[in-house]
């Protein structure tokens, strides 16, 4: 009995850690993986040709100033409202 209780512990697992698996590579419907953002703020660093974003910057003028130095790009949030909703 404590065998089939082991073996059905690890075929849980194993099945359990498949499931994570396949939710994690998930493609979009392009068949390329979605850019990653990081964050949510009004600002983005643009970190990747892929279309990476860091989205922590309050500011377009604090965006710039880590981006500058890294020679990289801000831009605004594209996942933030610009009608004048509040969020």
């Known amino acids: 009995m404590k065998t089939l209780t082991t073996l059905t512990a690890v075929a849980a697992l194993v099945a359990g850690i498949s499931v994570a698996q396949a939710q994690m590579s998930s493609p979009s419907s392009s068949g390329t ?15 990747s040709a892929s279309g990476g974003l860091n989205c922590k910057y309050v500011s377009m003028a604090a965006c710039e100033k880590d981006a500058k130095p890294q020679n990289l790009n801000c ?13």
Not at 75 to 87: C, Y
């Open 33 to 47: 993986a979605a850019p990653q953002q990081i964050g949510n703020a009004a600002f983005c660093i643009n970190t």
């Open 75 to 87: 831009s605004p949030n594209p996942k933030k409202s610009t009608t004048g909703s509040k969020q």
